[in-house]
């Protein structure tokens, strides 16, 4: 069972937060509890001010039936190779095809800099993931898709078993709206037309592709995975 952590009000300390997690681990106990460490927000971004990872990873090192996981597009992690984690924290990073982060996340770290700093993370002996998204259909996107595999497998170890999970681009009515109004002239694909619309568990939906392309989507990245990362473990599509 996953929770999130580390994205309560701004009033409450991460003290605070973590000893609600242990309080909700021992209710849970014997089962493990995996928390979500990035729900809302990337806590790399402002590790240097707020040092919340690295008091969540020493945290969750020292619990028994607990995990701690989180998701970053951010660098900054030398301060987290050091300390004794005993395996508990998998650090996952966001990646993508050039194609997408040239034209959709100008702001954040370049995809060489993000893998070197997961093959500092994979040696430090934290469990590795990637989250490969928001997955574009564009002209030619296996071939964009395949050279980020490939550039995966250049920079993690051969022996590292990682995870990645694999989200398709999607948005809302609602998204489609902000997005149009922040950035007139967006080249993010909101073309209502081309997608199928599915209805979400909190009372909205989203517009997601159609499901012959998730189909393609899905069969492409199975079997190029299995080719290029035979090591790593997919844990879902969607």
Not at 39 to 47: G, K, L, N, Q
Request: net charge positive; aromatic share 12%.
């Amino acid at each position: 069972m996953g929770c999130k952590l580390l994205s309560r009000s701004k009033a409450e300390g991460i003290e605070d937060i973590l000893g609600r997690a242990r309080d909700y681990v021992d209710e849970r106990s014997p089962a493990t509890t995996v928390f979500e460490g990035s729900a809302t927000s990337d806590p790399v971004a402002v590790e240097a001010w707020t040092g919340s990872l690295q008091r969540a990873i020493r945290f969750f090192a020292a619990l028994d039936n607990a995990r701690f996981r989180f998701v970053t597009k951010y660098t900054d992690i030398g301060g987290l190779l050091g300390i004794p984690h005993k395996g508990k924290t998998e650090v996952r990073f966001s990646i993508n095809c050039n194609y997408a982060l040239e034209r959709f996340e100008t702001g954040t770290p370049r995809l060489q800099n993000r893998l070197k700093a997961a093959r500092e993370i994979a040696r430090a002996g934290y469990p590795l993931g990637f989250l490969v998204g928001p997955i574009f259909v564009f002209e030619g996107w296996r071939e964009e898709y395949t050279k980020l595999l490939h550039a995966v497998r250049d920079y993690v170890p051969d022996d590292i078993g990682v995870t990645i999970e694999l989200i398709t681009h999607r948005f809302t009515a609602r998204s489609k709206k902000v997005i149009e109004q922040v950035y007139p002239g967006t080249q993010v694909p909101l073309d209502k037309e081309e997608r199928r619309f599915k209805h979400g568990q909190f009372g909205y939906g989203k517009y997601v592709y159609p499901d012959n392309v998730m189909a393609e989507i899905r069969e492409f990245f199975e079997r190029q995975i299995g080719a290029v990362l035979p090591h790593a473990r997919i844990l879902y599509i969607v």
